[in-house]
């Protein structure tokens, strides 16, 4: 099997070590015996959506992201929707998340456009939601956690979030969500790398993919996580 | 005794009583006395700093390194010069060390201050005292739960700088952020005219790598590393500034040093690693900066040991310790360059901590390249601090032998550990508070004789 995994401006939106999640991707599929393939997309280029079977979205500085913003909706807009659309697997963290949205307030007052394919929208706010997180997931019953680090408060109006806050501020700070679902695209604040601790979620992003492209009966099969575990714990046990 | 008001005197003596306690009772501390000053007299810099002639180091990294090196050439010169070696680069610990340096009798001739400053801390200082000289060493990516972006760093900087027209600017003319500063100050730059590797190319991860006039993307004459080397705006023409001091040539870089010609002068830098030519070069513009001789310069920088935790060389029984302080990903980096230089068999140690200092998030070891040292034949892997799992997944992922690991926690068992590896050298890279508390530890085993 083989998986092409696209990373998105991997030059601009390169803050807070998010690359880590293409890095695991990748492990964990060679690992399975799956050829990965990762390309990256920048400034200019379109995406392939055909040929792409998981898109990574990461975050930047907010000079880099207002560059990109412009990029995205001249270039990248109507791939990405279809992409999308099609239940196509994409995982957006941080000033990614913000972008496939309506729009954001940047602090310092200037609104950058997102390209609105996910109905939410991203306020400035005075303070920074700093600090480790933990959330849940009913659906999938599993348990993550990340590091926050973010002023803009999201809004996903009538999105399913990726969990509910046991510890942190999440979206927003108020109504106690974290993230985003919708279809196959998942949007969250979590860096750490979010998925460095969270390898179910990692695997659970794989098995999408393959499916998407290879049938519904593919299954991945177990992997020594004893360290992603173990610093998982540690957390959970802090946070207590 | 000259003219002080009461508060000042009282300010003073309770500084330096609580500082007296701090080394002598508590151990460590270094921004308490400067706490205790304030609280009694808000300008107490003014009053301690007055005749001080002072030199202002910040930047993101290479602050102690330099620091320590224009101090020792000054010292060299037979100059009186204090300064804040102990990595004190807060408001607090800046004011603590000139209280310490305080007498309420005695004037010293013509003195110098060399003071490291926080990036943030800069505008503090400059409230109260006017630098001889301000030198920004880089802008890299660091602890961003701190200070947000780069960007945002570099305008914390200017805010200090602005208040101080009159001191003169020695700056990292590689670093774009620096050029064509909207300041009054008169402004030296330094810089390379030669690559460090050659057909170095900028890395995907690298910082700044946009036109801060017109967003464009940069191009490149040459980089040395990161994003710093000669780079020129294609769209609007903004381009590095002429070098007033630059390396022209890198006639040897080792694990263990490395010689250079500045300008005309050919100079040997006693550490290891790209940064540290950096770190020289500005030690050395200062210098002439400040009219001191070529031959004082060069000895001083050939003689030039490692400071706190900064590349210094230890004995455990008959291992060779080399403790490297690792804070950010730029850095880090270059720590893993001074590794792979390295011919020889070796093991390594990997402390991570997430306190306050070492930046809470740890997400940031993910753009650290250790892919690159994935295909090193590093004996054992000792991973080591708060998050060490963070660390040792980080490690697995970069490809390095999973089979080596070795973690552990408690600083004892790590210490036999390391006693008992295979190798003789072992570099030990550890976040801020991890080399701190590491060193504690080892001071009170007595493998180190000076714990600041």
Redesign the interface.
Request: proline share 3%.
């Given at each position: 099997m083989e998986l092409t995994i696209c990373h998105l401006y991997p030059d601009l939106l390169n803050v807070y070590g998010d690359v880590g999640n293409v890095l695991i991707l990748k492990h964990r599929a060679a690992l399975r015996g799956i050829d990965v393939n990762i390309i990256n997309c920048s400034l200019g280029e379109n995406i392939d959506k055909v040929n792409v079977d998981i898109i990574f979205f990461g975050g930047g500085q907010d000079y880099e992201q207002s560059i990109v913003s412009k990029d995205l909706k001249e270039i990248k807009g109507e791939a990405l929707t279809d992409y999308i659309e099609d239940g196509k697997v994409l995982l957006s963290i941080c000033g990614g998340y913000q972008l496939l949205g309506k729009y954001y307030t940047a602090p310092n007052g200037e609104k950058i456009d997102g390209l609105g394919i996910l109905d939410l929208y991203t306020e400035g706010g005075d303070t920074r939601f700093i600090g480790n997180t933990e959330i849940f997931n009913e659906t999938f019953n599993e348990t993550y956690v990340g590091f926050e680090n973010h002023s803009g408060k999201t809004y996903i109006n009538n999105h399913t979030p990726l969990g509910k806050c046991i510890h942190g501020y999440g979206n927003n700070g108020e109504d106690g969500l974290e993230g985003c679902i919708y279809k196959n695209t998942f949007g969250s604040y979590f860096h750490g790398s979010f998925l460095s601790k969270n390898p179910e979620f990692a695997d659970r992003l794989l098995t999408l993919a393959l499916q998407k492209k290879y049938g519904q009966d593919v299954q991945l099969g177990s992997l020594n996580d004893d360290f992603e575990l173990s610093a998982k714990k540690s957390m959970l046990e802090r946070l207590k | 005794m000259s003219k002080i008001n009461i508060k000042s005197i009282l300010s003073i003596l309770s500084s330096k009583f609580t500082a007296f306690l701090a080394k002598h009772i508590v151990k460590g501390g270094s921004n308490f006395p400067g706490k205790i000053a304030l609280k009694i007299d808000k300008s107490i810099l003014k009053t301690v700093s007055k005749g001080y002639k002072v030199i202002l180091v910040t930047g993101t990294n290479g602050k102690t390194t330099t620091t320590s090196m224009i101090y020792n050439i000054l010292k060299e010169s037979k100059f009186n010069v204090i300064t804040n070696n102990t990595g004190a680069n807060l408001y607090t610990g800046i004011v603590a060390c000139f209280i310490s340096n305080y007498s309420f009798f005695k004037r010293q001739e013509n003195p110098y201050a060399i003071i490291e400053v926080d990036e943030a801390n800069v505008k503090f200082i400059t409230e109260y005292l006017t630098p001889e000289i301000i030198t920004v060493t880089n802008l890299f990516?660091d602890q961003?739960?701190r200070y947000?972006?780069?960007?945002t760093t570099l305008v914390k900087i200017l805010e200090g700088i602005t208040k101080v027209p009159g001191s003169k600017l020695v700056l990292n003319g590689d670093e774009s952020l620096l050029g064509r500063l909207d300041v009054k100050n008169p402004v030296v730059y330094y810089g390379f005219n030669t690559p460090i590797k050659e057909n170095a190319s900028l890395d995907?991860?690298a910082d700044a790598?946009?036109c801060k006039f017109c967003?464009s993307?940069y191009s490149y004459e040459l980089v040395t590393y990161n994003h710093l080397g000669s780079f020129y705006c294609p769209e609007c023409g903004y381009k590095r500034s002429e070098l007033d001091y630059a390396v022209n040539t890198i006639f040897d870089l080792t694990a263990e040093n490395s010689s250079v010609l500045i300008n005309d002068t050919e100079v040997f830098i006693s550490q290891s690693g790209a940064y540290n030519i950096y770190n020289g070069l500005c030690a050395f513009a200062i210098s002439k900066e400040l009219g001191i001789e070529d031959s004082v310069i060069k000895t001083s920088l050939q003689n030039q040991s490692s400071s706190f935790g900064r590349q210094e060389q230890i004995t455990i029984d008959n291992k060779d310790i080399q403790i490297i302080l690792v804070k950010n990903p730029a850095g880090y980096n270059q720590a893993l360059d001074t590794l792979a230089l390295n011919k020889n068999e070796f093991s390594a140690a990997f402390m991570l901590n997430d306190n306050y200092a070492d930046g809470?998030?740890?997400?940031?070891?993910?753009?650290v390249d250790f892919e690159k040292i994935s295909t090193l034949n590093i004996e054992d892997v000792f991973v080591s601090g708060i998050?060490m799992?963070?660390m040792?997944?980080?490690l697995?992922?970069?490809g390095l032998d999973v089979n080596r690991f070795i973690l552990e926690e408690d600083y004892e068992e790590l210490t036999n550990k390391i006693k008992n590896s295979v190798s003789k050298k072992v570099y030990i890279l550890a976040t801020y508070t991890a080399m701190i508390n590491y060193r504690k530890y080892l001071h009170s085993k007595g493998y180190i004789n000076k714990l600041w």
């Open positions: - | 990516r961003l739960d947000g972006e780069v960007y995907l991860n790598k946009f967003k993307p809470r998030d740890v997400s940031w070891i993910w753009d998050r799992y963070d040792a997944v980080r697995k992922i970069a």
